[in-house]
């Protein structure tokens, strides 16, 4: 599909991700709407605060550089995809600078957030990084942070993932994804799962939403276990072959082991 195609680049053949348990979209339309609730990690006795002011909410004054550099080398390839857009902080930056965006989640409570911040109905939808409801080559960009393509859970997994941002970008088309390297990382990490290989690790927790009801009881919904793969910036070059990517940078912050990648089709 060419950039000035007229029309929604959305699939209107494909169906919605259907949810059970979505804790995180749960607790960002709670933020959104001012209701109280708390969001956590977990990893066996291990628990993390799941921040969602900080994550989900979070301002462009309070973003590093890196994060704005990023978001401004797609907008000269717009349409952009942002992939597992949740409330859409991101989708607003763009919209603030007429940069045309369409937003994609997993989880149905989250795109009902990011609607409820003002972001245009028909430019969010409900579905899988792996089986995107958009048409093959409708957009011009993919901005896939949150380190969601280590949901592939292994380099063939990823390989899948990003095949599928490849059908769905023009020729010229560049992404931006991110992930955590593990020559960076030790067993602090939360939820942190050695690998004999060099450069990868594994990342395993689950999330968790208590909140009050309105007669005063306590909820918790509880999500899957999430598996993620964490690679070096040299296994996502591995991860690349086979697909029309290639990685022609990465970006860190201070040397940390969370790093970003922008890939452009070969």
Request: net charge negative; charged share 30%.
């Amino acid at each position: 599909m060419s950039r000035d195609r007229p029309g929604s680049p959305v699939q209107s053949d494909r169906r919605a991700t259907r949810v059970t348990a979505d804790p995180l979209g749960k607790a960002m339309l709670a933020h959104q709407r001012d209701e109280p609730g708390r969001l956590v990690y977990r990893d066996g006795a291990d628990v993390q605060d799941g921040n969602v002011a900080a994550f989900y909410f979070s301002t462009p004054e309070s973003w590093g550089p890196e994060t704005v550099e990023c978001l401004e080398r797609l907008a000269d390839r717009e349409p952009i995809l942002d992939v597992g857009c949740g409330a859409g902080k991101h989708l607003l930056w763009w919209a603030d600078r007429d940069v045309e965006a369409v937003g994609v989640d997993a989880s149905p409570n989250a795109i009902r957030a990011a609607r409820e911040r003002g972001l245009e109905e028909g430019r969010l939808f409900v579905g899988d990084m792996f089986d995107l409801p958009i048409e093959t080559g409708a957009v011009g960009a993919v901005h896939a942070v949150g380190t969601q393509i280590g949901l592939g859970r292994s380099l063939a997994g990823i390989r899948t993932v990003l095949a599928e941002f490849a059908r769905v970008t023009a020729d010229d088309g560049r992404a931006v994804v991110d992930n955590y390297d593990p020559t960076r990382l030790d067993d602090g990490f939360f939820g942190y799962r050695s690998d004999p290989r060099t450069g990868i690790a594994h990342r395993c927790f689950h999330l968790e939403f208590e909140r009050e009801t309105p007669d005063g009881d306590r909820r918790r919904e509880l999500g899957r276990t999430l598996q993620f793969l964490l690679c070096s910036p040299a296994r996502l070059r591995e991860a690349t072959i086979g697909t029309p990517w290639c990685v022609t940078a990465t970006r860190r912050a201070n040397g940390d082991a969370y790093y970003r990648a922008v890939l452009e089709r070969r």
